[in-house]
Nanobody, 125 residues
Framework: QVQLQESGGDSVQAGGSLRLSCLISGKTASSRSMAWFRQAPGKEREGVAFIDTFNSKYADSLKGRFTISKDNVRHVLYLQMNNLVPEDTAMYYC????????????????????WGQGTQVTVSS
């Protein structure tokens, strides 16, 4: 019902910034809850940030460096990433689901039905 397409990943030096985008198409009512996840090789998929109509949530480890936002007119989800460090290197995925989330469920990959193919972010020292 929903198709997601990420873009904006790149190779940058530590301290740099990137803005990732996720284009949402299809039945947008199925994207009530949206989130960014990331996964490094050999690591588990990690919840980065979440957004719905009233709330934004972030992984504690991000230390306020990332900001999630959504353009409901153009149907684009964004992730602004500032002061990047090598540990941010990962494939970043956009995810969506029709259901509401809570503080204890938004970061669980299994709760999201729709996923993009990912965009690679590489941060060098």
């Amino acid at each position: 019902q929903v198709q997601l397409q990420e873009s904006g990943g790149d190779s940058v030096q530590a301290g740099g910034s990137l803005r990732l985008s996720c284009l949402i198409s299809g039945k947008t009512a199925s994207s009530r809850s949206m989130a960014w996840f990331r996964q490094a090789p050999g690591k588990e998929r990690e919840g980065v940030a979440f957004i719905d109509t009233f709330n934004s949530k972030y992984a504690d480890s991000l230390k306020g460096r990332f900001t999630i936002s959504k353009d409901n007119v153009r149907h684009v989800l964004y992730l602004q990433m500032n002061n990047l460090v090598p540990e941010d290197t990962a494939m970043y995925y956009c995810a969506a689901d029709s259901r509401s989330m809570t503080a204890n469920t938004w970061y669980l990959p299994g709760n999201y039905r729709f996923w993009g193919q990912g965009t690679q972010v590489t941060v060098s020292s």
